[in-house]
């Protein structure tokens, strides 16, 4: 039987990781279908304390790996599709194969939300994508005008990123201001081949016939207006949903999804515990996740102590 089990290998996965696995715990770290998390598609993180210069996401995924293995953590490339958190020890499966443990770090992380669109799923990697640092250097978007939807940080990242890429970059918010910290929203404002399309949602994707994305049909939410906007892609990045479809009715979730915790990362499960992207729907920095996940980590030791 494992002492720990951590599921999610992001920024609150590795931290939990190596802090279990210096308290000699060994823990068990199963890393879930993109092992790294979302960071690993972001491009360079700028506000990851220690890195002055910035440090790729990848990389940064790849250091806090390889510290939480030096020190014993035990790491399987697969997914959990199925818990039992109503008896001890916890059960978890992997398809057939089951595994007890007597805690679980739940780091699980979050996905990109979708526009809800069904020409949106139809052109899925056919111009529409969740990742400007994945897709955008594909040749299809080279000196073609492209579209980013989202008012965040992640639009906005995405936005100047694809500058690189675009003949021109249309970003598409639904408000007048956007939600991105200002050194973000300043960045892609100034930006010339930046063009911000505000007050406005996208409506519709074509072209499913020609099996690639040519356009975009555009409501403005003031005027009631539609219009057309020629682009060969479609980058959304309106938020995040956190992973916990598995936890459903194992533990309390909040009616969003986000895993609801008391006293620090304590779960309504005693032994259960809960750290990042999927608790967090206020801060969701790599850095909060991080920090969080070291903090079940020492949940998790003071339990394990206590019993
Ligand atoms: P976010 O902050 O939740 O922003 C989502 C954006 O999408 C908002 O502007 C929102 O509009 C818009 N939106 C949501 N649902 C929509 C819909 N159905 N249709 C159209 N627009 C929709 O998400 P994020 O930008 O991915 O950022 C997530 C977290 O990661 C944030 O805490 C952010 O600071 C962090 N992050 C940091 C960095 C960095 O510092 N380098 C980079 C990326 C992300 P409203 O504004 O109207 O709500």
Same mark, same amino acid.
């Given at each position: 039987?494992?002492?720990?089990?951590?599921?999610?290998?992001?920024?609150?996965?590795?931290?939990?990781?190596?802090?279990?696995?210096?308290?000699?715990?060994?823990?068990?770290?199963?890393?879930?279908?993109?092992?790294?998390?979302?960071?690993?598609?972001?491009?360079?993180?700028?506000?990851?304390?220690?890195?002055?210069?910035?440090?790729?996401?990848?990389?940064?995924?790849?250091?806090?790996?390889?510290?939480?293995?030096?020190?014993?953590?035990?790491?399987?490339?697969?997914?959990?599709?199925?818990?039992?958190?109503?008896?001890?020890?916890?059960?978890?499966?992997?398809?057939?194969?089951?595994?007890?443990?007597?805690?679980?770090?739940?780091?699980? #992380?979050?996905?990109? $939300?979708? *526009?809800?669109?069904?020409?949106?799923?139809? /052109?899925?990697?056919? !111009? =529409?994508?969740?990742?400007?640092?994945?897709?955008?250097?594909?040749?299809?978007?080279?000196?073609?005008?492209?579209?980013?939807?989202?008012?965040?940080?992640?639009?906005?990242?995405?936005?100047?990123?694809?500058?690189?890429?675009?003949?021109?970059?249309?970003?598409?918010?639904?408000?007048?201001?956007?939600?991105?910290?200002?050194?973000?929203?300043?960045?892609?404002?100034?930006?010339?081949?930046?063009?911000?399309?505000?007050?406005?949602?996208?409506?519709?994707?074509?072209?499913?016939?020609?099996?690639?994305?040519? #356009?975009?049909?555009? $409501?403005? *939410?003031?005027?009631?207006?539609?219009?057309? /906007?020629?682009?060969? !892609? =479609?980058?959304?990045?309106?938020?995040?949903?956190?992973?916990?479809?598995?936890?459903?009715?194992?533990?309390?979730?909040?009616?969003?999804?986000?895993?609801?915790?008391?006293?620090?990362?304590?779960?309504?499960?005693?032994?259960?515990?809960?750290?990042?992207?999927?608790?967090?729907?206020?801060?969701?920095?790599?850095?909060?996740?991080?920090?969080?996940?070291?903090?079940?980590?020492?949940?998790?030791?003071?339990?394990?102590?206590?019993?």
């Amino acid at each position: 039987m494992e002492n720990v089990v951590i599921i999610g290998s992001g920024c609150a996965g590795w931290t939990s990781a190596l802090y279990t696995a210096r308290a000699n715990l060994a823990p068990l770290l199963f890393t879930g279908a993109q092992p790294g998390g979302l960071l690993t598609t972001t491009s360079i993180v700028e506000n990851y304390p220690g890195f002055p210069e910035g440090v790729d996401g990848f990389e940064l995924m790849q250091r806090m790996q390889k510290q939480a293995e030096r020190f014993g953590t035990k790491i399987r490339y697969e997914r959990v599709t199925k818990v039992d958190f109503s008896s001890r020890p916890f059960k978890l499966w992997l398809d057939d194969e089951l595994v007890e443990t007597k805690t679980v770090i739940i780091a699980a #992380g979050a996905s990109h $939300k979708h *526009l809800g669109l069904e020409n949106e799923h139809l /052109l899925e990697k056919k !111009g =529409v994508t969740y990742c400007a640092t994945c897709d955008g250097a594909w040749p299809m978007f080279r000196n073609q005008p492209l579209v980013v939807v989202g008012g965040g940080d992640s639009a906005c990242e995405e936005a100047t990123y694809l500058t690189r890429f675009g003949s021109k970059v249309y970003l598409v918010h639904r408000r007048d201001a956007l939600r991105a910290s200002k050194i973000m929203a300043d960045r892609a404002l100034s930006n010339p081949k930046i063009q911000p399309v505000w007050d406005s949602v996208v409506e519709d994707i074509f072209d499913v016939k020609q099996d690639k994305v040519t #356009g975009v049909k555009l $409501k403005n *939410l003031k005027t009631g207006q539609t219009s057309t /906007l020629d682009c060969a !892609g =479609v980058f959304v990045a309106i938020g995040h949903k956190p992973n916990t479809d598995i936890f459903e009715g194992q533990i309390e979730l909040a009616d969003d999804g986000y895993i609801v915790c008391q006293k620090g990362t304590y779960t309504s499960v005693t032994g259960v515990f809960g750290a990042g992207d999927c608790v967090d729907r206020t801060y969701r920095q790599a850095i909060t996740a991080a920090g969080m996940g070291c903090a079940a980590a020492i949940d998790a030791e003071r339990y394990l102590a206590s019993l």
